[in-house]
T-cell receptor, first 114, second 114 residues
Framework: RKEVEQDPGPFNVPEGATVAFNCTYS??????FFWYRQDCRKEPKLLMS???SGNEDGRFTAQLNRASQYISLLIRDSKLSDSATYLC???????????????FGTGTRLTIIP | DTAVSQTPKYLVTQMGNDKSIKCEQNLGHDTMYWYKQDSKKFLKIMFSYNNKELIINETVPNRFSPKSPDKAHLNLHINSLELGDSAVYFCASSPDRSGGYEQYFGPGTRLTVT
């Protein structure tokens, strides 16, 4: 099982629609969860952290399900500017030194269609 | 002011050459990282330094040698470049090593080995 797994898409969604992505992770001891956004040929940037109680930021809602080890991202009233790759990110223990590292999923590509 | 900067932005070189990439952050963060994003867009951590101390080394070939002269700088030297080293290399920083904070990424260095 991959450490962090996402549906790569692409998701092609009409403007104004609602779209949801899920992501599963393998390490039940993980404590920190994030969604990052990466535009074409740009660096990843934090979209939002994911808290145990779930959290909302405008049109974006993130949820965490520890029992099933997945996190989700919901985008409502999608805009053209939401077109990007969305990366699911989970902290895990590195393979040596025993320190924490962020593990990135392969990303879900979203295109909003006018 | 750019928070995390990398040089060069593009690097085209031949197999067998040695090259370096430089990274600087002006955020006052303690921890810096090197990531590799391959042609399939998979972003994978290579190294992490905390206050000039190596804390993550994800079984990267020893042709790759990171160096942190101070906590604001993290450089990556690559010996005997191979075709498979072609990728985008991102530097990032975070306030500390815990993995619980946002990581800020540089714009990336697009390395092409011919």
């Amino acid at each position: 099982r991959k450490e962090v797994e996402q549906d790569p898409g692409p998701f092609n969604v009409p403007e104004g629609a609602t779209v949801a992505f899920n992501c599963t992770y393998s390490n039940s001891a993980s404590q920190s969860f994030f969604w990052y956004r990466q535009d074409c040929r740009k660096e990843p940037k934090l979209l939002m952290s994911v808290y145990s109680s779930g959290n909302e930021d405008g049109r974006f809602t993130a949820q965490l399900n520890r029992a099933s080890q997945y996190i989700s991202l919901l985008i409502r009233d999608s805009k053209l500017s939401d077109s990007a790759t969305y990366l699911c990110v989970v902290n895990m223990i590195g393979s040596n030194f025993g320190n924490e590292k962020l593990t990135f999923g392969t990303g879900t590509r979203l295109t909003i269609i006018p | 002011d750019t928070a995390v900067s990398q040089t060069p932005k593009y690097l085209v070189t031949q197999m067998g050459n040695d090259k370096s990439i430089k990274c600087e952050q002006n955020l006052g963060h303690d921890t810096m990282y090197w990531y590799k994003q391959d042609s399939k867009k998979f972003l994978k951590i290579m190294f992490s330094y905390n206050n000039k101390e190596l804390i993550i080394n994800e079984t990267v070939p020893n042709r790759f040698s990171p160096k942190s002269p101070d906590k604001a700088h993290l450089n990556l030297h690559i010996n005997s470049l191979e075709l498979g080293d072609s990728a985008v290399y991102f530097c990032a920083s975070s306030p500390d090593r815990s993995g619980g904070y946002e990581q800020y990424f540089g714009p990336g260095t697009r390395l092409t080995v011919t």
